[in-house]
Nanobody, 124 residues
Framework: QVQLVESGGGLVQAGGSLRLSCAAS????????MGWFRQAPGKEREFVAG?????????LYADSVKGRFTISRDNAKNTVTLQMNSLKPEDTAVYYC????????????????WGQGTQVTASS
């Protein structure tokens, strides 16, 4: 029911920055938690960042991106953003926007809706 569409992926040199956006439609945006996962070839899907829909948002980050990535949301525009700075080659993956009605989680099985993914490549 909820539709999620990612944009902003691309090719960047190591040390550069990208900003990913996720546009949501079909449900009340502020009633769900949102997050980003990524999946590299040959690896399992891993948690990147998550954010609640509360007035004072709770955020979670993977240790590997803490201090470099920032997740935010704009309920009026029904969008979630992932600002990625100081990109490393190991950040290369398909990035997926996700949404769910449950508590924020690092486990992909706890989310209900997924976008189609957007490719991020950081070259050295």
């Amino acid at each position: 029911q909820v539709q999620l569409v990612e944009s902003g992926g691309g090719l960047v040199q190591a040390g550069g920055s990208l900003r990913l956006s996720c546009a949501a439609s079909g449900r009340t945006f502020s009633s769900i938690v949102m997050g980003w996962f990524r999946q590299a070839p040959g690896k399992e899907r891993e948690f990147v960042a998550g954010i609640t829909g509360s007035g004072v948002a709770l955020t979670l980050y993977a240790d590997s991106v803490k201090g470099r990535f920032t997740i935010s949301r704009d309920n009026a525009k029904n969008t979630v953003t992932l600002q990625m700075n100081s990109l490393k080659p190991e950040d290369t993956a398909v990035y997926y926007c996700t949404a769910g009605r449950n508590r924020i989680s690092r486990r992909p099985g706890e989310y209900d809706y997924w976008g189609q993914g957007t490719q991020v490549t950081a070259s050295s």
